[in-house]
Each structure stands twice: as C-alpha cells, then as structure tokens.
C-alpha cells in the first residue's frame, strides 16, 4: 500500500529512520507500555519491509495522559497550597509573638509601666499606680493567652458553636440551661464598686492589648475566621464561673445515685456512698492511732452529713393535686410533667452530659478537681519560719489554665504599696494563690454541696406555664430566652423555664435529657448573685491572718480549704465559700443525695435558710503539732453541727502528706532493700520518692527544706495500691476455680507481692494494680444491677457480647458507669478486705476466683504483654496534654504549624491515689512553695508554660521540669529579680 493512499492509516518507516522518528519510537513506547527496543547496534538492521510503522496513540492513551497530567497539576497546587499555607500559618504565629524590648505606647495608662520577662516569659510588671498595674495586668496577660481568654468566657457563657459549628451546639445548650451567662449579668449589677473598679481596668488593658493584636492575632482566631469581642468585666466574672463550674458541679452524681439506687438494695448503697473514713485527718487533728482496732464494714458512714437515701414523696389526685389531661401540651418543650419522682433519666443521657462536660475537664472517674495544699510551722523547718506548699490538680490542656506573674505598685503616698506574685487566673485581675511581702496562700478544693435537684409540680401549656411552691400555691413560670448562633446554621432559640426557690432563680433543666419525664429545677449558689465577688485585691494586701480572714468573709466561693502562713510564724486554716444551709438554720437538715420534691411534707427541710456564718466553718490558727495540710478529703471533725458535704475525697492523700511531714527519715539500714532513706523527704527533687512500709515506726521530726516540700509533693507512695496489690496476690495463690493453674497470673502475684507501694513509672505491679481497679467495678456491680448478665460475666464474656441480655438489664446493667463517688478507692479498700457476701458476684464460689478473674480480665482489657515483667505503669497509662482545637486536627497540624502543640503520650509516675495525683490528662496544674524566712526562695512551676502561642518558645518550655519533678525559682525582691531579666518592656501612655 503507497505511503499516499488516502485510506492508509499508517505509514511506512524508512530503513534508517532519523533521529526525530526515533525520538518519536519512543515517546510512544513510554506512553504505550510497549517493551520492545530498538535494535541492538551489533545486530543486523531488519529489513524494512519488516519494521512495523508507530501505531497512532489511542483514545484511551490520550485520556490517561491527560488524567496523569491533571493529577499530577494536582499534586503541584497541593504542594504549593501547603507551601503557602504553612508559611502563612508559621508567620502568622511569628507575628502574634508579643513584642518583648524596648517601648510600646498604650492608650489607656497614666504614666510608663515597665514589663520585666525572666528567661521562661514570667513577667514581673512594676507601675506606679494601682490603676496602671491592674491595666497593664490585663495587658499583657493577653499578649500570651488571649485566645484562651476568649475560649474559657464562650464556653461559659454557652457561645462555642458560634465559632466551631453544630458539634458544640449541644454543649452550648447545656450551658445556655444552666444560665451562667444569665448569673454572670446578675452578678455584675451587684457588685461592689471598687471590685467592679478592678475589672473594668483589667478589661481595658485586655483590650488595649486586642487593638495592639489586632492585624496579628493569635493563629486560633485566623484559623476559625473571627475576631474576638472587646473584653467586658462581665467576662472576668465568667471565667470565674467556668471554674466554679469545673469545681462545684454536682447535680449529675444525684442523679447518679438515684438511678442506682433504683436496681440497688439499701443495703449496698450504704457501702457504696460512705462520708467519711477512719482515716481523716482533719486541719489542726492530732495524728491518729492507725494501729488501733478500726470499725468493721457495716459501721459505715460516720458523720451527722450522712443522711439516708430520701425517695420523696408527692402529692396524687386523691390527695387533691389538680389533674393534667392526657391531651394536654406541654409547658414548652423545656417543660416536663412533674408528677411522678421516680427517675426516668437513661444511662446513656447521664454519660451524655458528663461527656458534655468533659470538654473542659478530664473525663475520667477519679479525676475530680482537687489539690494538695500544707503549711508547716517553724518550730519544723531548718530556717526557723513556715514553709507553704500548694498544687493545685485539675485537668490539663494546652495552654494550661494558670498565669504567672509578678505584680508590683509603688502607689502615689499615702496609698501602701502592692506587691503579690503567684499565678493569675487568665481573664481576671489579680494573683489568685502565691504570697506576697508578709503572708502566702493555697487552696484545695472542699468540695461543699451547693447544688440541689428539685422535683417539680407543674401544669398549663407554656404561655400560662404555673408550679406549685412548697406552700402548696401556685406561681408562674418565667422564662429566659437564649439565642444561640450556629456556625453555618441558623440561630437556635431556647426559652428557658425558670422557677424559684428563695430568693434565687433556678432553671428547669430537664431539657439537657431527653427521657426525663420530670420537670428538675437547679438550685445552685451561683444563682445568688451576692456570691460571685472578686475579693483578690484584699487577698493579695493582707498582711496577718485578720486581715486574710476579712478579704475572704463575703466571697461566695467556689467553696475551698485555704492553707495560710505568714513572716510573723503563724499557720493557719480556714474553709471558705458560701455553704447552704437546708431547713432550719439553728438545726440544719441533713443533705439530700438524690433530688427531692418541692412539694412533699418534708420540702421545707430541702429549702434553703442562708448560708453557714463565715465564723463558724471548719478553721485553726497555730495548731500544736505545728502542721496543716488538705488533700479534699473531710476537714469536719465528728459533732460538727452544719452538713458541708457527702461527699468527701478519700482521704488517703492527707494522711499519706500527714504522715510525712510529722516523722523524719528513718535509716537507711531500717528499710527494706530498695526504699530511700527519704521517705518523702528528699534533697534531690525531681526522684519518685518511697516510704516506709505500713507498720515501721518512723524516727522523731527534723527540720524541714523547700527542698522537701518539694520531694513530697512528687511522693508517688500509695497505701491503697499496696494494700490492693497484697490482696490480688493472695487471691491469685488462692484460688480454686479455672484460673488457679494460669501461669500469667501467677507471674502477676509474683510481681505484686515482691512490691513496696512505689507507683514508679518503670514499675510493672502499679500497672497491674491499675488494670485490675479498672476491671473491677464492672465486675462487681454488673451482676446487682443485671442478674441474668452475671453467669455469662463470670465467664470472661465481656458485656456488649452477651447474648440473649434484654433490654432493660442491658439499660441496668450499664448503669455501673454512673458510679463515681469521691471515696470510691475507700469502698474498694472496705469490699476487698471486709469481702463482705452480699457483694460476691454469682458464678464465683470465693472472693479469691473473683479477684483472680478480675486480675484476668483487667489485664486483658489493658492489653498486658505476655511477660508482665516487661509492662510498665508509665507506658501503659501515659500523660497527654493536648490542645482543644489542634489535638483535633493533629495530622493537619503537624503539616502546616510545623512545632508541637501538645505532649503526646508521656510515661509518668503516679496514679489517683497518690500524692502526685496524676490521671491521662490530670495532674498538678502547678507546684509552689513558699519559705516565709526569705521570699526570694519561693518556687513556683506550671505544667506547660507561660504562651498560649505554639511558636513561641514559652509555650511548654516547663514541661520537662513538671514531668521530671523539678521546679523554678521565682524571686521576689529587686537585687534577687534583676539578674534573671531576660527582656524588658516599657509600656508608655500614648
């Protein structure tokens, strides 16, 4: 066929073929796929008759090489996308770096302030006035966590899904029902003039400092496209709510115990919800005789606060309560008939709400807000002065939620200079714990009741919604109206119902449930808007111990224990707060652990009558054994006459801190091998200390150091994890069931009989401990709340997997995870030694085969190794400290910012039970110590750091040092100051 025959689809290659054909041979072999070569320069040349011409690329080449140019066009703006993003993301936080040196011309201040930085970012802001200090407070404290600020006002106020979308709206419903907003605007009507004086100066610097900021912010703001509100001081009033929330909130654990009480026998709720224990250590007790003969199981609960489990009575149509047709509406669709009291929330809508609240705090069981705090008085320490220890133990999250800072003003004659340093609470003015030229402070949470469920009487559709008072009358019900704004979403609108008890608005807050058929009103001491105060300039001006006592004689709370000391040698404690008190004010009703009605013929005992005088709560000044100390445990002696709470925090922690501070190292060749000679007590900070073992007598007193202050609140000695190991590895030595022969286990007996009680992070019987504690609860109370669920249990077969379980024993049986009480490892310590029958799970023929299974199945849910000698505490449970918006996104983060924005697991020492409370992301928040001897030795370190800012280089730079135990001066005097400056500021009136 001739090369120009119209219909030839092809043409024919000559026999030498030029360097463009063969360019062109190749193109195609490399689109095609095609194999072949040329051929070889030592072969013949075919002839060309024989060469088969290039075939003419294919429709489908033609597309494959356009989607392999598409894709790769794609690759390129990927690349190039990331590029920029990262470069704009990087920058951008370069540029929210505060401006450390030279001067800054502020509106707002009288005359210049001088900002002094030490080598981690901690300022120490000098003015000349009060007015100027404060302003520049709030100034520069949102330099460093402006973003944080914005975040903690929005959750509070019930405004997160304005910036983060609908997954926050059901949070924001649960804050917008519980009205903080609403209590925050009441309080701020009320507030006393010169603390209202305060915010509003600390509001204008935090909004000097946003102007400043305002072409750079923080990256959270660019990244979710908005800017942030100009300050208020309502807004520092909800900060402060948020954290009264974090340590006040109490009303899902009667819920709680309702539920379970309705599957539980009296019998069993009594052991489950003791108040108290044999081992409290009240402030200003003298130690008592652990080696007496204790009380057995039964004996109790202990106190007067202990009431009996109150199922309330209410009123039925025959007994003439109007009657509410079953085609009636409802109220609203907030409002629910109040008829009948029996608990109809579900498991999973009490899961959903502490999920809910889980968002700003960690969600585990035993991490409940609390802390260590003690005083020793001089005639105990080397320099002859007090030494004040205090940390505080909350969740943890990046950035954390203290601030530190040093504050000082020379004040214009005849106004007293001002001079505190501690850590400030980010949002508000002020050092909240530290000390200042005479005295120094710390809190532990008391964890005083001041939260009540109320049962409801209510009719009528919701314009003419009414409830019925105590009196038996009728009142309306109000409502509250909330808009709640929903990015990318239309605004949801709640419509409140609020009642009223006293003086005091309480919302209904059945809405956060969705099978409550009840209608449940809150009663609350943040409602009271005489309790939200801002005391914390009077705090930081005391001087002595009146002067402490008349700063905090108003503050409303939330209710805390207050470690004090001062120069002059004093010691002291004092719990604060505004305590209800129910019924009678001369004779106090017992506290109510489950909701009561609002009408029942006992409902005036469940009102409230005011609040327990300031002078009359748990105090001591200058106790003889010259020791102090708090854990959140009871702090009320036996006779105290005003219920404080039921629930107290186990105690082990104070008597483990009591312990040590009143007995001196034992020697060395008195310990067992392996045990520091410091039990507790170290000179070298930073090492897990170890203890004597229970029953050895510890040597008289010796002075005492910062140093050992510090060795003791890293103490990582647990009693209970002793005393809990002991008892596996007997049961385990003991057992005659299918699990008398396993050889895992009996490697786990080994290991946890040869163990001193030193929850080190290398160690592997704290690991099976705490597997074996996590196991043990499900085990224990599913077979009361589920019977038919318990033969298949104790067969290893885990509970989403046995069969046939109806659904309402499923629902019951479920209802083990609602069980969170303070003393929760005291019940343990009870039920494991006592191993009282009625709590024996069918299927187990000892209390030795069920501690043995549950030693099984804890280590099989936590995934142990087969050589138990290779698992360790610190592995198995990590720390992980992670940031609310970044820890979400983690892979995008690591792209585009480029520097770490969380710890990523870290092994650690200590548990719950231990001095250093530790938990996944829970622990000290921040460890001070003050010497009153000289307040130039005073330390003081956070968990993280000073920046909210990831590039910045103080954003965790104290981590290491919190992890490892160690901690930082923070001077206080200007010859001590002076040389620890790294960058100074001049902040100029402009």
Not at 537 to 557: H, I, N, T
Not at 697 to 726: G, H, K
Not at 848 to 876: E, K, M
Request: aromatic fraction near 8%.
């Amino acid at each position: 066929m001739s090369s120009d025959d119209p219909n030839s689809s092809q043409t024919t290659p000559s026999a030498n073929p030029s360097k463009a054909e063969l360019r062109y041979r190749g193109f195609v072999r490399q689109v095609e796929g095609s194999s072949a070569a040329d051929p070889a320069p030592d072969r013949p040349a075919a002839p060309a008759a024989a060469l088969a011409p290039p075939p003419t690329p294919s429709r489908w080449g033609r597309r494959l090489r356009l989607f392999a140019l598409f894709l790769l066009l794609l690759a390129g703006l990927a690349a190039a996308a990331l590029f920029t993003g990262r470069h704009f993301i990087r920058n951008a936080m370069r540029q929210n770096l505060p401006q450390l040196d030279g001067s800054l011309a502020v509106y707002g201040l009288a005359a210049p302030v001088t900002v002094a930085r030490d080598a981690r970012g901690v300022p120490h802001i000098h003015a000349a006035s009060m007015d100027d200090l404060v302003f520049a407070q709030g100034y520069v404290t949102a330099q460093d966590r402006l973003w944080q600020m914005d975040l903690l006002r929005r959750h509070a106020a019930g405004q997160l899904a304005a910036i983060l979308g609908r997954p926050m709206l059901q949070h924001d419903r649960l804050q917008r029902t519980l009205q903080l907003r609403a209590a925050a605007d009441r309080a701020i009507a009320v507030l006393p003039a010169d603390q209202l004086h305060w915010l509003d100066l600390y509001a204008r610097g935090v909004n000097a400092s946003i102007a400043a900021q305002r072409g750079h912010l923080p990256i959270e703001f660019r990244l979710l496209a908005y800017q942030p509100a100009p300050w208020t001081p309502r807004d520092s009033i909800l900060v402060e709510l948020a954290l009264f929330q974090d340590l006040t909130t109490g009303f899902p654990q009667k819920l709680a115990r309702e539920a379970l009480a309705a599957h539980l026998s009296p019998e069993l709720i009594a052991d489950l919800y003791p108040t108290g224990s044999w081992r409290d250590h009240y402030p200003g007790q003298p130690m008592p005789d652990v080696s007496a003969p204790q009380p057995e199981f039964n004996d109790i609960p202990l106190d007067e606060s202990q009431s009996r489990l109150h199922r309330p009575s209410h009123p039925t149509e025959e007994s003439g309560a109007p009657s509410i047709s079953p085609g009636a509406p409802s109220i609203s669709r907030f409002l629910r008939n109040g008829w009948d009291s029996a608990s109809t929330i579900s498991p999973s809508d009490l899961l959903s709400l502490n999920q809910t609240l889980a968002l700003f705090h960690a969600p585990c069981s035993t991490c409940v807000a609390g802390s260590n705090a003690w005083t020793v008085s001089g005639s105990r320490t080397a320099s002859g002065k007090p030494l004040l220890s205090n940390d505080m133990h909350l969740s943890l999250a990046a950035p954390e939620l203290w601030y530190e800072a040093d504050l000082q003003a020379t004040n214009p004659a005849p106004q007293p200079g001002f001079h505190a340093a501690g850590v400030t609470l980010p949002g508000t003015p002020f050092v909240i714990a530290g000390h200042n030229d005479h005295v120094a402070w710390g809190f532990t949470n008391l964890g005083a009741d001041v939260q009540d469920l109320i049962i409801e009487h209510t009719r009528g559709t919701s314009s003419g919604a009414e409830y019925q008072a105590p009196s038996g009358g009728w009142l309306p019900v109000r409502y509250q109206t909330e808009v709640i704004q929903v990015r990318g979403s239309t605004d949801v609108i709640l419509d409140v119902p609020l009642t009223r008890h006293g003086d005091i608005d309480t919302p209904i807050v059945s809405s956060v449930f969705p099978t409550e058929r009840r209608s449940l009103s809150l009663l609350w001491t943040i409602y009271d808007p005489a309790n939200l105060t801002a005391p914390f300039f009077a705090v930081d001006s005391a001087s002595d111990w009146p002067s402490m006592l008349a700063a905090f004689a108003a503050w409303g709370g939330p209710a805390q224990n207050l470690i004090y000391a001062d120069d002059q040698g004093h010691i002291a404690y004092h719990a604060l707060g505004r305590i209800p008190i129910r019924g009678d004010a001369a004779n106090p009703s017992p506290l109510s652990p489950v909701p009561t009605d609002a009408t029942a013929p006992d409902a005036a005992a469940h009102e409230w009558a005011g609040y327990i005088p300031f002078d009359q709560l748990p105090q001591t000044f200058d106790p003889a054994d010259g020791v102090l100390a708090t854990a959140n445990a009871r702090v009320t002696p036996d006779g105290y006459r005003f219920p404080i709470t039921l629930n107290w925090m186990a105690p082990y922690r104070t008597e483990r801190i009591y312990k040590i501070l009143e007995a001196s190292p034992v020697k060395l060749s008195e310990l067992s091998p392996g045990i520091s000679a410091s039990p507790g007590i170290s000179a070298s900070p930073g090492k897990d200390s170890s203890a004597a073992l229970p029953g050895e007598t510890l040597a008289p007193s010796r002075p005492l150091t910062p140093a050992d202050m510090l060795t003791l609140q890293n103490d990582v000695t647990s009693e209970p994890d002793l005393i809990l190991a002991q008892r596996l590895a007997y049961s385990i030595d003991h057992a005659i069931g299918p699990l008398k022969n396993d050889p895992t286990l009996h490697q786990a007996a080994d290991i946890l009989r040869k163990w001193n009680g030193s929850v080190d992070a290398n160690a592997s019987a704290p690991a099976i401990v705490n597997a074996a504690r996590a196991a043990l609860w499900p085990m224990l109370l599913i077979p009361k709340l589920a019977p038919e669920a318990a033969a298949p249990l104790a067969q290893g077969t885990a509970l989403p997997k046995v069969k046939n379980l109806r659904a309402d024993a499923a629902q019951a049986a479920n209802l083990w995870q609602l069980y969170t009480w303070g003393e929760r490892s005291s019940v343990e310590e009870q039920l494991i030694t006592h191993t009282p029958a009625r709590w024996l799970p069918s299927g187990f023929a000892t209390w030795d085969d069920f501690l043995a299974a549950v030693v099984a199945r804890g280590l099989r849910q936590a995934h142990a190794p087969r050589n138990l000698a290779t698992w360790q505490q610190g592995s198995a449970f990590p720390l992980q400290i992670d940031h609310p918006i970044f820890s979400h996104a983690t892979l995008l983060a690591r792209l585009l910012l480029g520097v770490p924005t969380g710890t990523g697991p870290q092994s650690n020492s200590g548990d719950s039970t231990t001095v250093k409370q530790i938990g996944q992301a829970f622990g000290p928040s921040e460890r001070f110590t003050a010497d009153l001897s000289d307040p130039d030795r005073t330390t003081l370190n956070l968990a993280l750091g000073q920046s909210g800012n990831p590039a910045s280089p103080h954003y965790m730079d104290q981590f290491q040092s919190w992890l490892r135990g160690t901690t930082y001066p923070l001077p206080f005097t200007p010859a001590a100051i002076q040389p620890t400056i790294a960058h100074t500021l001049i902040l100029t009136p402009r």
